[in-house]
T-cell receptor
């Protein structure tokens, strides 16, 4: 049973560029959440997708957007990259109704130069 | 708004010694509390969770946590630490919303284990 998979694992971008990160949820899960984890910090909630719609959103600007596909996989897009966007981006899957456990991928490490 | 404080950035223990990681939360209602562990280069894994009932919760890998409402705390404990327990530990608080959970995480405590 494959867990949560994310791609790419590492990437380097320059300021002003755009990036797309991808996530495949754990088998049987229908909900995907994205988190940003800056160095030395805990994960910060970006948004959650369920039934191909953004259901909840954290305190992140509109430069951060996402999408969920019919097979439940998801993308996170970040436009006009800033140096401060450098972080580990984590995808977590779960199911509704929720059991309280999030299953995390290993993350995509984004470096913005 | 809910928040979590993990007062210890780093904790160093010897292998075989006992461990307690501190977590204090702020939440307006009955909290749902979680501890996650993150090993280097890995995603987060749930160790245990508290929703209601018995305030002493057992988790995986020999960990337990105790919910103390009067102290707004949910400290993680392990009686004997193994070298493989070296990792980052995150406490989180949340509640169901729209059928799902959106936990708020603390900044984490890094556990260093000496042989």
């Amino acid at each position: 049973d494959a867990g949560v998979t994310q791609s790419p694992t590492h990437l380097i971008k320059t300021r002003g560029q755009q990036v797309t990160l991808r996530c495949s949820p754990k088998s049987g899960h229908d909900t995907v959440s994205w988190y940003q984890q800056a160095l030395g910090q805990g994960p910060q909630f970006i948004f959650q997708y369920y039934e191909e719609e953004e259901r909840q959103r954290g305190n992140f600007p509109d430069r951060f957007s996402g999408h969920q596909f019919p097979n439940y996989s998801s993308e996170l897009n970040v436009n006009a990259l800033l140096l401060g966007d450098s972080a580990l981006y984590l995808c977590a899957s779960s199911q509704i109704p929720a059991t309280g456990e999030l299953f995390f991928g290993e993350g995509s490490r984004l470096t913005v130069l | 708004a809910q928040s979590v404080t993990q007062p210890d950035i780093h904790i160093t223990v010897s292998e075989g010694a006992s461990l307690e990681l501190r977590c204090n939360y702020s939440y307006g209602a009955t909290p749902y509390l979680f501890w996650y562990v993150q090993s280097p280069g890995q995603g987060l894994q749930l160790l245990l969770k508290y929703f209601s009932g018995d305030t002493l919760v057992q988790g995986i890998k020999g960990f337990e946590a105790e919910f103390k409402r009067s102290q707004s705390s949910f400290n993680l404990r392990k009686p004997s630490v193994h070298w493989s327990d070296a990792a980052e530990y995150f406490c989180a608080v949340g509640a169901p919303s729209g059928g799902s959970y959106i936990p708020t995480f603390g900044r984490g405590t890094s556990l260093i284990v000496h042989p």
